[in-house]
């Protein structure tokens, strides 16, 4: 699987917008951008994906660039229950297994 | 509509002893994927099997440790004489895997602790 770089922790004031970049140089064409999320003491949680063009959904919005070898998780105002650790991943649709990095500790501060 | 479930959430055993845990894919899922996440650390993939079919096994461990997904009931990891280094938290994923991408679920995951 293709490596993924993400910064190891990031801040956010509550109901302000997060982005949190992802760094994927080696993305490969057929590899999706994966989010997920883990807050303590939970499994992993879906939180978006997307392959080249930008997608959004309830929870978050994911801005993909052009060249594919980076992207954004947008939370558009984050929450005191957004603080989490976010993992970006890629996937290729035809394997099985998802290659988790360290992610990026998000704290959101009332 | 139930998601991943997965049991016991905990699990104490002693060194020497058997772990047996059990995961129920999401309704109509046929994939399923375990994971363990040791402590401070991020998942690191162990197993993805299909119903009956163990389709990539590369980060199990090579001994003590087994997975199933019978045709019928759930997906059991084993692990057999369990050693302190086993304590961890082991999740569980599914997926449906038709067309388009493959998301994977996860369940709340099985802590076990090895005294």
């Known amino acids: 699987d293709a490596k993924t770089t993400q910064p190891n922790s990031m801040e956010s004031n509550e109901e302000e917008p997060v982005h949190l970049p992802c760094n994927h140089s080696?993305?490969?064409?057929?590899?999706?951008i994966h989010w997920y999320r883990q807050l303590p003491s939970q499994g992993p949680e879906y939180v978006i994906h997307?392959?080249?063009s930008n997608v959004n959904n309830r929870m978050a919005s994911l801005a993909i660039a052009e060249d594919r070898k980076s992207s954004t998780l947008i939370l558009h105002r984050a929450t005191l229950r957004d603080a989490a650790v976010y993992y970006c991943?890629?996937?290729?649709?035809?394997?099985?297994?998802?290659?988790f990095g360290d992610g990026t500790t998000l704290t959101v501060k009332p | 509509n139930a998601g991943v479930m997965q049991n016991p959430r905990h699990l104490v055993r002693r060194r020497g002893q058997e772990a047996r845990l059990r995961c129920s894919p999401v309704k109509g899922h046929s994939h399923v994927y375990w994971y363990r996440q040791l402590p401070e650390e991020g998942l690191k993939f162990m197993v993805y099997?299909?119903?009956?079919?163990?389709?990539?096994e590369s980060g199990m461990p090579k001994e003590r440790f087994s997975a199933e997904f019978p045709k019928e009931g759930p997906s059991i990891l084993r692990i057999q004489q369990v050693v302190r280094g086993d304590s961890a938290a082991y999740f569980c994923?599914?997926?449906?895997?038709?067309?388009?991408?493959?998301?994977?679920?996860f369940g709340p995951g099985t802590r076990l602790t090895v005294l």
């Open positions: 080696t993305i490969s064409g057929t590899d999706y």
């Open positions: 997307g392959l080249t």
């Open positions: 099997l299909q119903k009956e079919n163990i389709i990539d």
């Open positions: 991943i890629l996937r290729d649709n035809n394997a099985g297994k998802s290659t």
């Open positions: 994923a599914s997926s449906l895997r038709e067309g388009g991408t493959d998301t994977q679920y």
